[in-house]
């Protein structure tokens, strides 16, 4: 069982890690259009403030186009490990099945799913909402980067570095939380079984 769960683990982060590259690429694409404006806007000689850059309608759309990404790479999150997270008790649950106990041999799926969304950590959070504040922590360090590049009158190359840091940090959590899920419903299964 516990190569399966390995194996279910690798598949996830395969698939996050797809999820965020992609998010990240087009992110990047946007964050240094913006900031290239930004520059030009200025002029030669002159550093950029963050003032000018909440001056900038092209700022403002890059906001709105955040928030669209960030909310897009949540929802693909949630829609993933939900599958994953009841494929994998499912995998439990039947893998420790009893011979010949046809009646308790399907794990149902209303309780399974009121399983997988119960709180059980001492943060008091469901792991979507701990999703959901790892999407909403990477859109303010992302703004907090491009604003500190601002204020420090670094390179556009500089800037995709940060951002590119900012986003294996996410990518690092969302790792995090698939291997503490996983382990927790492996146990809930055993448990219920």
Known sequence: QEEKTLKNIKEVNEE???????SLIRLI???????????????????????????????????????IELQKLGDKQITLLSKKF???????????????????????TAAVAQIINQIWCADGKSWSQRIWENTDLLQQTLNDG????????????????????????????????VRTEMAHIQTQAAKQR
């Open 16 to 22: 996050l890690k797809k999820y965020f590259s992609k």
């Open 29 to 67: 694409a946007q964050f240094e259009a913006t900031y290239d404006k930004l520059l030009l806007t200025v002029g030669e000689g002159r550093t950029p403030t963050p003032a000018d850059l909440y001056n900038l309608d092209k700022y403002w759309e890059l906001q709105n186009q955040l928030r």
């Open 86 to 108: 009841m494929e994998q008790y499912a995998e439990i649950y039947e893998g420790i099945a009893i011979k010949g106990d046809l009646m308790f041999r399907k794990a149902d």
């Open 146 to 177: 491009l604003v500190d590049c601002v204020i420090a009158g670094s390179k556009t190359s500089q800037l995709k570095e940060i951002l590119q840091d900012r986003f294996n940090v996410s990518y690092n959590r969302a790792d995090a939380l």
